[in-house]
């Protein structure tokens, strides 16, 4: 039997750095050649598309500045990969952060840990919910 090949277009957020850019990675190995790059830090994510583009000629990426946070800035990045590639197949949540400073969890005050929650938690059911295929040519593909 013929290996398993991925096709679609995936939505990788967290994409700057770390799991975010290994799975971007991963994904291209296993055939995706379309990704939407969403993270804060759009140098790193400039830095994941030249990776990608050097293991594949066939590889396009749409790079986007997201705060995994905001309902208009996740929005804007659908958007934009919908725009360039039709619709999205795939989605992985990677972005993340702890505290800062780093600290034990009775130690954080209510603010930081609203902003962990906001982007961990809260921010993965946003680019989830925002990035759900509504069409069935696009659930097929999943
Ligand atoms: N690497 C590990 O072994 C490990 C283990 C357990 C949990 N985690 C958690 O998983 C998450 C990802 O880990 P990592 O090692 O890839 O970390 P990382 O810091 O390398 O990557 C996280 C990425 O998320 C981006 N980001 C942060 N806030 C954002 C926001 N509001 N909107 C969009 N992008 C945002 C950052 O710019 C960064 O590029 C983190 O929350 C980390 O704490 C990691």
Redesign the pocket.
């Given at each position: 039997m013929a290996p398993y090949t991925m096709s679609g277009v995936a939505v990788i957020?967290?994409?700057?750095?770390?799991?975010?850019r290994a799975t971007a990675l991963a994904f291209a190995q296993e055939g995706v050649t379309r990704l939407v790059l969403?993270?804060?830090?759009l140098d790193?994510l400039h830095e994941t598309e030249s990776l990608l583009k050097q293991t594949s000629s066939d590889i396009k990426t749409v790079a986007v500045r997201?705060?995994?946070?905001d309902e208009a800035s996740v929005q804007n990045m659908v958007d934009e990969g919908v725009k360039a590639f039709g619709s999205i197949q795939y989605c992985v949540n990677?972005?993340?952060?702890?505290s800062s400073p780093r600290v034990k969890t009775a130690e954080m005050t209510a603010a930081s840990y609203d902003r962990v929650l906001g982007?961990?938690l809260r921010?993965v059911l946003v680019v989830s919910a925002s990035s759900d295929p509504t069409d069935a040519e696009a659930r097929a593909g999943r």
């Open positions: 957020t967290g994409a700057a750095s770390g799991m975010g969403a993270d804060l830090n790193g997201t705060d995994v946070s990677s972005a993340g952060i702890t982007v961990n921010g």
